[in-house]
């Protein structure tokens, strides 16, 4: 069964740091890339950046470079997302998501399967 | 960036209709669209690819259409766990993919 397993909820202060982490199982984590997706209260989904765990190939979108870093190990089949200094405008919901996309043939772009998401509360 | 704007905000129904929700992406996006459900306190769940192919375990009442800039999810004959948020994506400019802003179906 192909599970997404993220960390568990943060509360942090303005300024802090902080590392989530998206563990996938059931299926070979090198060969899909691993996106996370940002939920802010009441609002809709915002893609942020995605990962390919084989070679460590990352994308941001622009709304998110410079704000946050993706990256992987893949000896434990986990993805994160990490902040150096935290606003309070990251008080969010993250999902991480699976997608099979093949940028060679442009195919495959959706996320067949996500973590259980991830709440960070920033606030002083 | 391709916006994706997703009509309406929200859609009243009774069980046992059908709903259509719309989704305009502001540049051609071939038929690189997806659709995902999501219920309160969940994560979204994929429902259709590739604009009318529907995910595995999706019923059948569930149908996608579209190609270019205008995309519809149809949900026939509403049953009360479909009631929800829908969410569609478009995945044709990579590694520019974008969400539109939701459709709540509501009773």
């Known amino acids: 069964e192909v599970q997404l397993v993220q960390s568990g909820a943060e509360v942090k202060k303005p300024g802090e740091s902080l590392k989530i982490s998206c563990k996938g199982s059931?299926?070979?984590?090198?060969?899909?890339?691993i996106a996370w997706v940002r939920q802010m209260p009441g609002k809709g989904l915002e893609w942020m950046g995605i990962?390919?765990?084989?070679?460590?190939?990352?994308r941001y979108s622009p709304s998110f470079r410079g704000q946050v870093t993706i990256s992987v190990d893949k000896s434990i089949s986990t993805a994160y997302l990490q902040w150096s200094s935290l606003k309070a405008s990251d008080t969010a919901t993250y999902f991480c998501?699976?997608?099979?996309?093949?940028?060679?043939w442009g195919t495959g772009g959706y996320f067949d399967y996500w973590g259980q998401g991830a709440r960070v509360t920033v606030s002083s | 960036e391709i916006v994706m704007t997703q009509s309406p905000a929200t859609l009243s129904v009774s069980p046992g209709e059908t709903a259509t929700l719309s989704c305009r992406a502001s540049?051609?996006?071939?038929?690189?669209v997806a659709w995902y459900q999501q219920k309160p306190g969940q994560a979204p769940r994929l429902l259709i690819y590739?604009?009318?192919t529907r995910a595995t375990g999706i019923p059948a009442r569930f149908s996608g259409g579209g190609s270019g800039t205008e995309f519809t999810l149809t949900i026939g004959s509403l049953q009360s766990e479909d009631f929800a948020v829908y969410h569609c994506?478009?995945?044709?400019?990579?590694?520019?993919?974008?969400f539109g802003q939701g459709t709540k179906v509501e009773i």
């Open positions: 994506q478009q995945y044709n400019k990579w590694p520019l993919w974008t």
């Open positions: 540049q051609g996006v071939g038929s690189n």
């Open positions: 590739g604009a009318s």
């Open positions: 059931g299926y070979s984590f090198t060969s899909y890339w």
């Open positions: 990962i390919y765990p084989g070679d460590s190939d990352t």
């Open positions: 998501a699976r997608s099979n996309y093949d940028y060679i």
